[in-house]
């Protein structure tokens, strides 16, 4: 064979070989094209049934990389199939491993919430730890407005998600959380509350002359969201109560996930001021309980213990003043005990008048009493009435952190 010949072949070969590959390396496609990444869902009430909102990351080049997020939502008898259509929609499988927050509209909850969220615990195809969270509108909205937020922007979704029991005057519920309350005796489910406001306007000499466009932005654009600490109560699901950020500092004081948090002491006067507002940091709180049963009336002896330190002193023209040792006395010590446990009987109050057991009462004399505290609940006229029979006697532990 000549050298000519031989060379013809290996050329040949060789893009026969090239033409073989490169088709399959052009069309196949990279997972990202494949799945659409989403970051939040939301869900509303439908006259065809739901409304899913899904807030899909769609990443762009750049030098920091930071992923615009579009919302796109199908409307659907149910979840499964919802999810069906916006797939359809979208031309990609929704990827929901990496989906961090699902946010419900109001009245999705006048009816048993598990009922709808049941596919997604079922189905694995979402982390079960996502965060819960209820919205008084439209759910759809409140991903619209996210979307439109910065990463850095403080009241992004990611970060009012992150609000969690160990702080006061917050409550963060998983997917998981939501459903063992379901199925547990005490079905009792606190769940976090979002809602988007109107951006505060800067009063400054240059908003006179914004341009029209700038004055024809979206109402999206000029929204924000806010979490104020504010929640509602489920039992088995559905909604039976709302609570305010107050409310939930003061539930929380019975929680024993609580770590820290703060308290407010009005109107303190002593022998060197009056009518002081005292700021306090809430450190290394922790909450034991020692149930009884005696003459038929369940008792909850609560002891609580944290240290403490003061922030801030003010006067009644709202001046500040110095911190002083002899804010640490027991005078005052004694007046913070009695702030405390009169906020652990607005609590009683509160749970006794909507009869309902966020403070999982029911679980704390089960586990003691079993058989006893079953027998307790028969001799009732409707067992769910042994949150009105409760009483509370709470015994405060304060250190102090110089």
């Known amino acids: 064979m000549d050298k000519a010949l031989k060379y013809k072949i290996i050329l040949f070969v060789a893009v026969l070989f090239i033409l073989v590959l490169i088709p399959s390396g052009i069309e196949k496609q990279s997972q990202i094209q494949k799945i659409a990444i989403v970051s939040g869902i939301g869900i509303d009430k439908s006259e065809k049934g739901i409304t ?15 992923p615009n ?4 939502f199908a409307e659907e008898e149910n979840l499964a199939k919802a999810i069906s259509s916006l797939e359809l929609k979208i031309g990609q499988e929704l990827g929901l491993s990496h989906c961090f927050i699902i946010v419900v509209g109001d009245e999705m909850f006048n009816d048993d919430i598990t009922n709808t969220l049941d596919f997604l615990m079922r189905s694995n195809i979402m ?16 991903l619209e407005v996210s979307s439109k937020l910065s990463k850095s ?13 160990e702080h006061y005057d917050s409550v963060s519920t998983s997917l998981v959380n939501l459903f063992n309350d379901y199925l547990s005796n005490c079905p009792y489910t606190v769940v976090g509350s979002i809602k988007t406001e109107d951006k505060k306007s800067e009063s ?11 004055e024809q932005q979206s109402s999206e654009n000029n929204k924000t969201l806010a979490n104020n600490g504010d929640a509602i109560v489920l039992k088995k699901g559905k909604k039976i109560a709302t609570l305010k950020k107050d409310d939930i500092e003061n539930f929380s004081w019975l929680d024993t996930n609580s770590q820290k948090g703060h308290l407010i002491i009005e109107n303190y006067s002593d022998k060197n001021a009056q009518n002081l507002k005292i700021s306090l940091k809430i450190m290394h709180e922790s909450a034991n309980f020692c149930p009884e049963l005696k003459n038929n009336t369940p008792i909850l002896k609560t002891n609580i213990s944290f240290e403490y330190i003061i922030e801030s002193i003010e006067n009644e ?5 110095s911190v002083q040792e002899n804010f640490y006395n027991e005078e005052f010590k004694k007046v913070v005990e009695n702030t405390i446990k009169t906020k652990i009987q607005k609590t009683l109050d509160l749970s006794k008048e909507n009869n309902f057991d966020i403070i999982k009462a029911y679980n704390k004399f089960n ?28 015994e405060v532990n304060l250190k102090t952190k110089l």
């Open 69 to 72: 997020q579009t919302v796109f």
């Open 204 to 214: 400054d000499s240059s908003s006179k002359q914004q341009s029209s466009q700038q």
């Open 317 to 321: 023209n709202g001046e500040k003043q």
């Open 153 to 165: 922007d403080l009241n992004n979704l990611q970060n009012l998600a992150k609000f969690s029991h």
């Open 367 to 394: 586990n003691k009493f079993n058989k006893k505290w079953k027998n307790y609940l028969k001799s009732l006229k409707n067992p769910d009435d042994y949150i009105k029979n409760l009483q509370i006697i709470v």
């Open 127 to 142: 982390d079960n730890n996502s965060v819960l969270i209820h919205t008084e509108k439209k759910a759809q909205e409140v």
């Open 52 to 66: 899913l909102s899904a807030q899909v990351l769609v990443p762009e080049p750049s030098t920091n990389y930071s």
